[in-house]
């Protein structure tokens, strides 16, 4: 699907930036506390300073709510922020429309540029959301490959154990989205919650067989899946919104500095679901650094010389 480049979407929706002031200050650019918004902000930074875009370094700011503040603030000017995420922020978790890719970009760019003259750019191919995940070992035995396959597995009456948080089994974007769109329902029994619920321990439990588990609460671009010998089912039916990371720059500095749109767009572009994994493997299995991370992955596709 062919995504709307900036300009032209924001002529589409009647919405002209402003023309770039001269002497403008730095992009203060920021991202989340996780591994994979660090080296999204990481890949940022670099794109910027490579392009001779002046970009003063707040990455690893906090979690969403705190980064989100501080965009709407101004004590930021650029961060990675996910399609998906805007249905929180608009309060429209019910609406289909972030279920569709393409819609839900727009949808975000246009409420964000409206309500709070934020501008989304170009967002990747990756999609970050929730999956579940089961053994690679277990999944060829059993034939499992999407999550039609596991509900059929389940209704078959077969043993499924799932690690998860309770935010998982409880949100009804989580595990009751899954059971609604594809006809299955897990028993307390059926179920570990663990407290925190952080991806690495669902899928370690997973990984381990802990208390009989065989499937696990992941994220699409973890990177510990393949290291543990995970397979995250792919989501056919789209019970999940899309989670597709974009840098989102205030108005102001996005007009200062417009050719931010370009080079990033390059970045991004090369960010599909399986490079994104890799990048966060090789943080999180290789323990390589972010930034360091990040440069070779932009060397690699000629991005950084």
Known sequence: MILLSRRVFLASAGLILPQASSGAPAVVVSSKLDLEGAVLGEMMLLALKKARIPAEDKLRLGPTAIVRRALL????DLCPEYTGNAAFFFHQEDDPVWKDRQAGYERAAKLDYEQNKLVWLAPAPADNSWVIAVRERFA???SLRTMEDLAAFIREG???KLAASAEFVESPAG???????YGFKLSA???LVLSGGETSATMKAAADGISGVNAAMAYATDGGLKALGLRALEDTRRAEPVYAPAPVMREAAFAAFPETGAVLGEVFAKLD???LRALNEKIAVEGLGASAAGEEFLRAHGLLR
């Open 73 to 76: 603030s101004g004590a930021i």
């Open 140 to 142: 060829g035995e059993k």
């Open 158 to 160: 077969n043993h499924i």
């Open 175 to 181: 595990l009751p989205a899954f059971e609604a769109a």
């Open 189 to 191: 029994r059926e179920l």
């Open 273 to 275: 679901t399986a490079n």
